[in-house]
């Protein structure tokens, strides 16, 4: 038992893996009690179990696994995590458990897969259990089908999939196993009980007797519906409910709810396995179809028959199967025959399903053709063969067809054609059977119902029945209206009979009032015959919302009195009654209608109706209006009145008083009374007779206008315009014509029988009256508001004359809207007027197309044209397809029925060659335009056809389809091409090109539709492996397309689909799925009309909350910082309402405009920053056009759909421009309330406006500028600055408008560019003006020029960009433009900048030709304003200035964006990327006092002759040197106010003095650096500038490069000012670097082009040639000592690396330039045993890392010189000696340090550095190499020294013995020369010196080399100072001494003793140390060494002068240079120096 003590001790989860099996049967036990016990599902305790769950299943020991599944058990039910586990564990089970004895362990087994269908893993279990029946062991077999049929019966067929078990069915039925039978047979029985009949087929060949048993069995089976009883977690809500109903007593109530949720309606054949037959069919099968023999006939269609009997089949190319078979029905003469074919034909839509659908439209003529024949099993056949195909297709796509046959003579055709409408009625729903499918049905079967046969009549009545029963008698009433009783009763009677297919889910609206019993529950589907695109549409009630998305011309509205009753109120029955009875009001005799009169008249009226006196006749007039006032409308007897009007002398009246007052009455009884069509026609000849009449036309048109509100406008129009015409007055005519323009305004257009009308209207084009000509073509302009464009199309064959007349007038109308109609919804509508006149207006477009004569071309598709385009030359297929074109042209309007040609046209479009493909592309878009909406019957055969020619590899034939395919869209909808499999077959095909294309098109096609049909969702799998396509742009687009089909399927759908993907690719999927949902758009509203469908007229179309972003979703947020303006922006979008602008429709006559409130721009956070970033990354176009493409405009829209209002945005992007003004109207107003709204979508907002300045309008130029211009006051007002973005995207476009021929666009635009300067830098506007004066727009570049003028007067000359001087030479060009005004504004320009700048300007223009030169002096002696002083200027100035300030205060405010300090960044890059030559020029020069006038040139030149008379010193101010500069005070406060009283704000005013240092003008920028001096020099001030010093020093070096570029190449500037610029920026400069804190701010980027600043003017050879220059270079050179010095030293040493790097590899760049920064480097060398801790080693090995990389040893070696790779190994050196081995920890930053040759260096300099310790001396040696072994003994070594100092003494040899020297020392590095010098004087020794130096010089082939970091480039020698060590020296030598301020003393000195002053006062010198010095020692000259030899120079006889080969210059070129003190005394010795130079300026005195 000692084992036991030791298990019992371990944790759970370890006796659970135990050997032991007890120790595990305890660890199960403790574990199930501790599963039990957590009561929180996530708890951390559940994760330690989740890779042992599996054991505790398959545990070997069958007692621990009982209690191991238990266990399982518990963990599954309460674990979070449990679903990790299900693969495993389910397979653990199958295999460990199933096949265990004990009963126990199976059921535990079972409950475990339960469980984990519970928690939603439903299918990795089942199909864990399928892969179990193919397990040897029955056992398990049998334990999978009872878990699987366990599964069935509690979860129901939803969760558990069906399919995959029936396909395994037919497989267990024969297992050899009785047992595997049995339970095969209850599961069997299972299935039956979810799917019934649907379970038949897939068993249809299982052994009979097997069959047979379960065919008993299913007939057992109860026939309630079964229940879920098992719930998943995920619905529990459902599990409540039904619990619930089991506690209120069973299922009494059945919750009709719970029915649709359970038992989902399973189809038979989605559960069949799909069989391919076309290639089964007999090989000799189209021969033998069209044999002359009827046997072999029928031989081949039996194949056929027996082949089509599968109930799925595969889907192929049928086309031709169909073609052979829809002939042999057609024409063969067996009718056996006809009978099988229609059979075949049956079999296959049967089969094929959707997929036949496009072969539907072929067929369906044909068969119902065919019902000519009498034989009941011919009729059968094809009764059954057209059923099929209905199921197939749509009654809409055959709608045409089945039209066409009704009015054939044949009555059996008839009959049957309308019992087939029956039967198709019944497969629909209300959303399938809209008006404008049911209106062209009941028309014809209206005819059928009166139909001479009785079995016609029959049938009629059925089919009117069964629409009445599906679409509800709202929809069919209106056009039964002219129906009688007996007849409407019989309808009614039928519709009570039918049977729909579909029981109403919902019911129609109708239904609802009618109050009638809904029949007819859905009787349950037979196998195949249930199909599947209904019963989708009836499973999804929210389809009643869509009738209206269909519409289809039917017939047009003729003036039926039906059709124009149903009008007004959409079959409103509040109208239906009094209306019906007035349209049928029987004619009166005239004795009743006197009575009638009498009865309300007084008599005397009467009397005097037709009295002789027209006195009397007036009189009675009066009482007659008097008494008709008066009258109540129900008792007034309309006709009788009129009746009397109309009696002698009636309508003669000859007195025009009288008259009036007649017509006058007519309109009141009209207004007052029931008036009756019957009624009308009394009075309405009367009344067209007057309206021409010059007195009483108006009243006339009065009366007319009355008669059409009381009969509807169709009516009366149609009466009056017949009268007009079949008189002869031309004026009638004229003037009715007018009437019924303005009628149709006020009246609207619905239901006008527009056929009428056009004939008349060609009759009145037609007339010699011209005033009727007229008011004909102002009728069609009025017309053409309500039809568009294709009114044009019925006068196509008019004389050219009056077809322009006509089309100037369209052109007139183009763009305006059709007013809303004012009258006609007068009182009869009552609710529902408004909306059936919308409805009807909408169909008014496509009935116009219905209009059009449209031509049969069919017989012109002959066999021979379909031949020549399928010929093997493509030549003559080329003419077959030229042919078919000029048919489509010649037809322009064609008829659907166009005979063989698409299968031609399919067989061209994969044509090899692609010309004939574009042009088959370019056919079907004209046939598109040329059959109009018809089309849509060749969707499926054609239309698909072409989606696959997008996968074209050719670019252009893919834009070629593409444009087919929207074109034929556009006729026929999107649901066409949505329906069937089709889509999601093209999206299947791997081709990239195919999907892109057409993920693009479904991304810009779906977010515009209202509904999908739900075969969209096969394409989603598809859309699945599009986003993991290996092409990038696939995977783009079908992200873009995400959103749009999650829009209509919604996310849970689209969520479930990912089930059948990888596990890796599900997380994939489904995170871009949760990142579409957040993007998911809004469905788009239904047009408000549809309230009146939508029950109970709920709000349609769900829409997303405003913060679901468009396109591509904000939810990665802006990496970048945000911008407080946008923040700003951001914080108020709590005001956007929740829900976008929703229209609420609950008032069916609702007006436009109250569902409009609501913000109009919705604030989407981030929503604009996104958008730039979409577009820098290239995601959306960049915003940059000539003209605006339908691409931009689509994309703006897209954008715009998340924030702005739907309503809005449709006014914006309306055809039509008053919708433009309209919404520009509504902005307007809205500006002022939703300003943050405007700021977050300003830049669409500018976007859409640019698209209005390509409109054509000119009022709504006019209000889009009026917007404008509030809108950058407003902007200005909130002190917004615009974006690059913004700006980039609207200016260009805006400036376009300033070229417009009208002066007052113009004058706006300019207003506008005016007020952008406010919110946009005058100087980025000043580049995009400079572009508009490249127009070819001559008033453009006009307006242009003078705006730069205007920005030059009012900002100064900094604004001109690039530089003033390339600004200006532009300008200048225009002066010779061939148009007057542009060289006017060119000139006045100039002059402009004349008057500011002075005669600069002739410098800045460059080279003008004589005669433009001429003009212009011309033009400015003309302005005579002499350029006034430079203070006075700056004084107008100051506005705007002023002005700037504040904006550039604010600027800090708004955000970092556009500051002063990123402009200057921007700036500063831009200098970068090009030293762009600035060009500048000070105003008027000051006289200043000159700060150094050291004539060194004087003291220099004295070549060897001795001349004493030296300039005198007392002139030199030099402490002007070391004390900051002092600046000559700012002048003028305007420019630069001075800090402390500019503004609060410090901060933007630093900004703005920085900015101003870079100014090209020279006073300016030295004012502002005067007072950042000032700031610096105050300590408490000075921490002001923190954070702002690399902007003051990339402000500072780029004025050094404009100064280098510019100033100092401008012969006009005085050098004075130049120098007094130096002087300002180097003191300045000094100042910063003094104070510590702040040198260190400087970065190294900025610090690199700060020395490269400095280097480059110290090697200015130009500086030295002023006078005071050598000055500015010796200040430099201290300024560059401070820099080396008070930087932060990391930064330093890395840009000085760089700007070595950099300077090696640019070709440009002198020797000298990158010796200096050697230099620089050699000093920061010394410093780095102080600085070494404060230095980020990391970086500075990752630059050398990085310098090493671009210069390999080799590559160094090859350098001309090499102090390269001496300073770089100096550098290593050091580094290693400071640090020791600890150097190689730094090596972090270097990505692959092995690879590094730096690593390897270190590594070498380590080793070397340890072997050495012990020889001091070697260790300083150049290479580090071992001492040379041939070291000469010292003897020897003595005497060639001995030797070569002898030859230097000698007069003659002095040069060999230098030469040797240098030798000696080069070989023997460690020579000790000190004695030999010792003893000589000291000019000798620096003779030496000099002497080797120039050798070493000359050796090296190098020009000058300044000394240290500056000398004086003038000298040519060169000296190299200590610092820099002398070519013996060894480069490891780090203590080297450090030159102290002696330095500048001994310059004093030498100074001091030429100009014979004594130096007695001083300190004794310091013991000089030899020149060439010992190895241990540095061998370099020491600068005090070089400063006593110069003074033993001047006293040593100045004859010796003539040994030296050397220019005297360079006695002095130590002088400048070597300035590189030690920055432990600099500062102590400054103050010194002062003083001594005071001393020897007085002793002058």
């Known amino acids: 038992m000692g084992d036991d003590s030791e298990w019992m001790k371990l944790p759970i989860d370890q006796k659970c893996e135990h050997k032991l099996w ?78 265990q004895p004990k009963a126990r362990a199976k059921e535990l087994g079972l409950d475990i897969c339960l469980m984990y269908i519970e928690i939603e893993k439903g299918e990795a279990v089942q199909e864990e259990l399928l892969k179990g029946l193919d397990n040897k062991n029955p056992k398990i077999i049998v334990a999978c089908i009872e878990t699987l049929r366990k599964a069935l019966s509690e979860f129901g067929s939803k969760i558990i999939s069906l399919k995959p078990i029936i396909k395994v069915l037919p497989k267990l039925f024969e297992s050899r196993e009785k047992a595997v039978r049995d339970e095969a047979k209850l599961l069997a029985v299972e299935i039956y009980r979810w799917i019934r009949d649907a379970l038949r087929p897939p068993l249809q060949n299982i052994n009979s007797v097997q069959l047979k048993e379960l065919e008993e069995e299913w007939v057992k089976v109860s026939s309630v519906a079964p229940k879920q009883t098992r719930f998943l977690r995920s619905q529990q809500e459902l599990k409540a409910k039904f619990e619930q109903q089991q506690a209120v007593g069973g299922d009494a109530d059945g919750g009709g709810d719970d029915e649709e949720e359970a038992v989902p309606q399973v189809d038979a054949y989605e559960l069949l396995e799909a069989v391919e037959i076309l290639s089964k069919l007999p090989k000799d099968f189209y021969e ?41 029905v057609g024409k063969d003469t067996n009718v056996m025959l006809v009978a099988l074919a229609a059979k075949c034909l049956a079999g296959l839509a049967t089969g094929l399903r959707k997929k036949f659908g496009q072969y539907a439209g072929h067929v369906v003529p044909t068969i119902l053709e065919k019902f000519k024949e009498k034989k009941p099993q011919v009729v059968q056949a094809l009764q059954e063969a057209i059923d099929a195909i209905f199921l197939t297709t749509t009654l809409q796509n055959i709608s045409e067809d089945v039209l066409a046959v009704m009015d054939n003579k044949n009555p059996t055709i008839k009959q049957q054609t309308s019992l087939f409408i029956a039967r198709s009625f019944r497969h629909c729903t209300p959303s399938t059977l809209p008006k404008s499918l049911l209106k062209p049905f009941c028309a014809a079967l209206l005819k059928h119902i009166n139909d001479s046969a009785p079995e016609v009549r029959d049938a009629g009545f059925e089919a009117l029945g069964t629409a009445l029963k599906v679409a509800g008698e709202k929809a069919v009433n209106p ?48 196998g195949a015959g249930g199909d599947k695109e209904t019963k989708d549409a009836a499973t999804k009630p929210g389809l009643l919302k869509k009738a209206p998305a269909v519409k289809s011309g039917g017939p047009p509205k003729k003036g039926k009195p039906a059709a124009a009753a149903g009008v007004g109120g959409a079959g409103a029955k509040g109208k239906k009654g009094p209306e019906t009875k007035e349209i049928f009001e029987s004619e009166l005799s005239i004795e009743v209608c006197e009575e009638k009169a009498a009865a309300v008249l007084p008599a005397s009226c009467i009397q005097q109706l037709d009295s002789g006196n027209w006195k009397e006749r007036l009189a009675c007039m009066e009482e007659f209006q008097k008494a008709v006032e008066l009258m109540e409308r129900s008792e007034m007897p309309c006709q009788a009145l009129v009746r009397m009007l109309a009696k002698k002398p009636g309508w003669k009246e000859t007195n025009f008083q009288v008259m009036q007052m007649k017509l006058h009455i007519v309109a009141l009884i009209a207004q007052k009374g029931n008036f009756s069509k019957t009624s009308a026609q009394v009075v309405l000849d009367g009344l067209v007779d007057k309206v021409g009449d010059v007195k009483c036309g108006s009243n006339a048109k009065e009366a007319m206008t009355a008669i059409a509100e009381a009969c509807q406008l169709p009516w009366t129009a149609e009466q009056v315009v017949a009268m007009a015409f079949s008189q002869k007055n031309p004026k009638n005519q004229s003037e009715t014509l007018n009437w019924l323009s303005n009628a149709i305004k006020e009246f609207g257009f619905s239901g006008l029988n527009v056929k009428a009308f056009i004939s008349n209207v060609k009759t009145a084009l037609a007339a010699t009256n011209p005033a009727v000509r007229t008011s004909a073509i102002t009728l069609l302009g009025v017309m053409y508001l309500y039809m568009g464009p294709p009114l044009r199309m019925f006068f196509e064959d008019e004389k050219p004359a009056l077809l322009s007349q006509i089309d100037a007038e369209f052109e007139k ?91 031609a046209l399919k067989s061209r479009l994969n044509d090899s060659n692609k010309i004939l493909v574009q042009q088959t592309l370019s056919i079907l878009q004209q046939l598109a335009t040329a059959m109009g909406p018809n089309i849509k019957q060749h969707v499926k055969n054609l239309g698909i056809p072409v989606i696959t020619v997008l996968g074209d590899s050719k670019n252009n034939v893919r834009a070629a389809a593409l444009a087919t395919v929207n074109a034929w869209a556009e006729q026929t909808g999107m649901k066409e091409w949505l329906e069937g499999e089709d889509l999601a077959e093209e999206l299947k095909k791997e081709n990239p090109f195919l999907r892109q294309e057409l993920l693009g098109w479904l991304a810009e096609k779906l977010p515009t539709l209202r509904s999908v049909p739900s075969d969209l969702l096969l394409c989603v799998p598809h859309l699945y492996s599009c986003l993991e396509d290996r092409n990038g742009d696939v995977r783009k687009k079908a992200q873009d397309a995400l959103p749009f089909f999650m829009m209509h399927l919604g996310f849970e759908k689209m969520a479930k689909a990912t089930s059948k993907l990888k596990p890796t690719s599900k997380d994939q999927v489904l995170a871009m799925l949760e990142k579409a949902k957040a993007n998911m758009p809004a469905k788009p509203a239904p047009p408000a009309k549809a309230s009146s469908r939508v029950v109970g007229g709920a709000a349609p179309a769900k829409y997303q909350p405003a913060s679901a972003l468009a396109e591509d979703s904000g939810s990665n947020t802006m990496e970048s910082k945000p911008d407080p303006k946008k923040a700003k922006a951001g914080g108020t979008s709590s005001k956007a309402k929740g829900v976008q602008g929703k229209k609420v429709l609950s008032k069916p006559n609702l007006k436009e405009d109250d569902d409009k409130s609501g913000p109009i721009f919705i604030i989407v956070p981030n929503g604009k920053e996104q958008r730039m970033k979409d577009e820098k990354g290239l995601k959306v176009l960049k915003w940059n056009f000539t003209t605006p493409r339908d691409e931009y405009i689509e994309q703006l829209k897209t954008q715009m759909s998340s924030c702005v209002a739907k309503w809005l945005q449709d006014e914006m992007f309306h055809a039509d421009f008053q919708h433009h003004n309209k919404a520009l109207a509504v902005m307007i107003e809205h500006l002022e309330s939703e300003k943050d709204g405007v700021i977050s979508c300003l830049d669409l907002i500018l976007k859409w406006l640019t698209l209005r300045f390509f409109d054509t309008n000119t009022s709504v130029l006019m209000k889009a500028l009026e917007y404008l211009k509030l809108l950058f006051n407003l902007l200005s007002q909130e002190e917004y600055h615009l974006t690059e973005n913004e700006a980039s995207s609207f200016i260009p476009y805006l400036i376009l408008k300033v070229g417009e021929p009208k002066d007052v666009i113009r004058k706006d635009v300019r207003a506008i560019l005016n007020r952008m300067c406010l919110i946009y830098p005058a100087s980025k506007m000043f580049t995009f003006i400079m572009e508009g004066t490249k127009s070819k727009n001559s008033k453009q570049r006009a307006e242009c020029l003078e705006e730069l003028g205007c920005l030059v007067e009012s900002y100064g000359m900094n604004v001109c960009q690039p530089t003033p001087g390339k600004a200006l030479k532009e300008m200048a060009t225009h002066i010779g433009d061939r148009d007057n005004t542009v060289r006017n504004a060119a000139l006045n320009t100039i002059v402009t900048v004349y008057n500011v700048h002075g005669d600069q300007v002739f410098k800045l223009i460059g080279n003008l030709s004589e005669k433009d030169m001429s003009m212009l002096e011309e033009r400015i002696k003309r302005s005579a304003k002499r350029p006034s002083a430079a203070p006075v200027r700056q004084a107008e100035e100051k506005p705007q200035r002023t002005q700037n300030i504040s904006a550039n205060a604010s600027m800090l405010r708004k955000g970092p964006a556009e500051d002063m300090s990123s402009k200057l960044k921007i700036m500063y ?198 006078e005071e220059g050598e000055q500015v270079i010796r200040s430099v050179n201290l300024l560059v000592v401070k820099v080396l010095e008070k930087s932060d030293q990391t930064n330093i040493l890395s840009a000085l690396l760089v700007l070595l790097q950099d300077s090696l590899l640019a070709t440009a760049s002198s020797p000298k330039f990158s010796e200096l920064v050697m230099k620089c480097l050699w000093r920061m060398v010394r410093l780095l045993p102080e600085t070494i801790n404060s230095i980020n080693l990391d970086r500075i090995l990752l630059d050398i890392h990085i310098f090493m990389k671009v210069f390999p040893k080799e590559k160094l070696k090859q350098c001309k010189s090499e102090f390269p790779i001496r300073t770089l190994k100096t550098l290593l050196h050091t580094l290693c000696k400071l640090k020791g081995p600890k150097i190689l920890d730094h090596l972090t930053m270097i990505d692959n340090k092995n690879e590094s040759e730096l690593e390897a260096h270190l590594c070498r300099v380590m080793k070397h550095s340890m072997d050495q310790t012990g020889s001091k001396a070697d260790k300083d040696t150049e290479k580090g190499a071992s001492r040379t072994e041939e070291k000469a ?213």
């Open 22 to 99: 007890k120790a595990r049967l305890n660890g199960y036990e403790e574990a199930l009690k501790l599963f039990q016990k957590i009561d929180d599902e996530k708890s951390p305790e559940w994760s330690k179990y989740l890779g042992l769950i599996k054991k505790f299943v398959t545990d070997s020991n069958a007692v621990a696994q009982l209690k191991g599944l238990e266990a399982a058990l518990a963990y599954v039910e309460n674990a979070h995590v449990a679903g990790k586990t299900t693969g495993e564990v389910a397979s653990g089970v199958v295999n460990k458990v199933f096949n």
């Open 288 to 328: 033998k179809i069209e044999a002359k023999k009827w046997q072999e006939r029928k031989e081949a269609l039996e194949a056929v028959e027996l082949l089509v009997k599968n109930p799925k089949l595969e889907s192929g190319d049928y086309a031709d199967l169909v073609k052979v078979l829809k002939k042999v």
């Open 479 to 526: 056009f039964l209206a002219d129906v009688d009783k007996l007849k409407l009763d019989r309808i009614k009677e039928c519709a009570e009979k039918v049977e729909l297919v579909y029981g109403k889910k919902t019911g129609g609206p109708a239904e609802k009032k009618e109050g009638k019993p809904i029949t007819g529950k859905t009787p349950a589907l037979s």
């Open 813 to 903: 109308m183009q763009g305006q809207t059709a007013p809303t109609p004012t009258r006609g919804i007068s009182r009869h509508s009552g609710g529902g007027g408004d909306d059936g006149e919308e409805e009807e207006q909408e169909d008014v477009g496509n009935d116009v197309v219905d209009l059009l004569p449209r031509t049969d071309i069919g017989d012109k598709i002959t066999a021979e044209l379909v031949s020549k385009i399928g010929d093997k030359n493509w030549k003559i297929r080329k003419e077959g397809l030229d042919e078919v074109t000029s048919i489509i042209n010649d037809a322009k309007f064609i008829q659907p029925n166009i005979g063989e040609l698409p299968a």
């Open 1469 to 1666: 890059r831009t200098y970068r990327i090009q030293n762009r030559n600035m060009s500048s020029h000070s105003e008027t020069t000051h006289t200043v006092p000159r700060e150094f006038q050291l004539d060194l040139d004087e003291i220099e030149n004295d070549n060897g002759t001795v001349r004493c008379e030296m300039p005198a010193l007392v002139q030199h101010k030099l402490d002007d040197i070391f004390e900051p500069v002092l600046i000559p005070e700012p002048k003028i406060r305007a420019v630069s106010p001075h800090f402390d009283d500019m503004h609060s704000n410090t901060a933007s005013t630093i900004n703005f003095v920085i900015s101003q240092v870079a100014s090209g003008d020279i006073n300016t920028s030295i004012q502002a650096l005067a007072q950042i001096d000032e700031v610096l020099r105050q300590e408490d001030k000075a921490e002001a500038m923190s954070g702002h010093i690399d902007q003051f020093l990339i402000a500072t070096f780029m004025q050094l490069r404009l100064i280098y570029n510019t100033h100092m190449a401008d012969e006009k500037l005085d050098k004075d000012e130049i120098v007094k610029l130096y002087s300002c920026i180097i003191g300045s400069m000094i100042s910063l670097f003094q104070i510590e804190s702040l040198a260190r701010e400087a970065s190294t980027g900025v610090l690199k082009d700060l020395m490269h600043g400095l280097i480059t003017l110290m090697l200015d050879s130009r500086v030295e040639d002023i």
């Open 1833 to 2045: 003994s010292k003897a020897k070594v003595n005497d060639i020294l001995a030797e070569i100092f002898k030859k230097i003494g000698s007069k003659e040899n002095t040069k060999e013995g230098l030469a040797e020297l240098y030798e000696y020392k080069k070989k023997y590095s460690d020579a000790d020369i000190e004695p030999f010098l010792k003893n000589s004087s000291q000019f000798f020794q620096s003779y030496v010196e000099r002497g080797l130096r120039l050798i070493e010089t000359e050796r090296e082939g190098k020009g000058r080399i300044a000394a240290s970091t500056g000398i004086s480039p003038q000298m040519e020698g060169t000296c190299v100072p200590a610092s820099t060590h002398t070519v013996s020296s060894s480069i490891g030598n780090t203590n080297g001494e450090e030159v102290g301020p002696s330095v500048y003393l001994e310059r004093l000195k030498i100074l001091r003793q030429r100009c014979g002053l004594d130096n007695a006062k001083q300190e004794d010198r310091p013991p000089l140390t030899s020149l060439l010095s010992k190895p241990a020692l540095p061998t370099v000259a020491s600068s005090t060494d070089m400063l006593h030899s110069k003074l033993s120079q001047l006293r040593e006889s100045r004859e010796q002068y003539q040994h030296l080969d050397l220019d005297s210059n360079q006695t002095h070129s130590s002088g400048i240079g070597t300035t590189l003190a030690s920055p432990s005394s600099a500062a102590a010795n400054i103050d010194d120096l002062k003083k001594r130079l005071e001393r020897i300026k007085s002793s002058r005195k």
